[in-house]
């Protein structure tokens, strides 16, 4: 699956909360957020649907994945080709700077429990 570029995903969010909006409603969104041109909000639409993640209906746009199996993806391919699929190594990079709070350790460790249990953080 490709990725998506930073204002492509702000089109992506706009479908993900409005399942079914129009191009127009979208450009008006954008317009008023973002300040962005007509032609802008249409290419970036374009782009997305030739990446095949969004589908166009005669009821609106919708996303052809969810928001969760996106970022899934997403965050596997970051793990897999940024950090040679170690998700150790993602882990200590991103926590280089950062401390955990207590709330943040014991879910980390719920998950990592149910993830041994039943291989699966759900």
């Not at 993900?16 to 802008?40: A, N, R």
């Not at 649907?49 to 166009?56: A, Q, S, V």
Request: charged share 30%.
């Amino acid at each position: 699956m490709e990725t998506l570029s930073d204002a492509e995903s702000r089109i992506a969010r706009i479908v993900w909360d409005q399942p079914g909006i129009s191009s127009m409603d979208v450009w008006h969104l954008c317009e008023e957020k973002y300040g962005w041109k007509k032609s802008t909000v249409f290419t970036l639409i374009r782009r997305i649907r030739e990446k095949e993640l969004l589908l166009p209906q005669r009821s609106g746009l919708t996303m052809s994945v969810s928001r969760e199996e996106y970022y899934h993806q997403k965050s596997r391919k970051l793990v897999e080709e940024d950090f040679n699929d170690s998700l150790g190594d993602f882990i200590t990079s991103y926590m280089k700077d950062r401390k955990l709070s207590t709330d943040e350790t014991q879910q980390l460790t719920a998950l990592i429990a149910r993830i041994s249990e039943n291989g699966t953080g759900e």
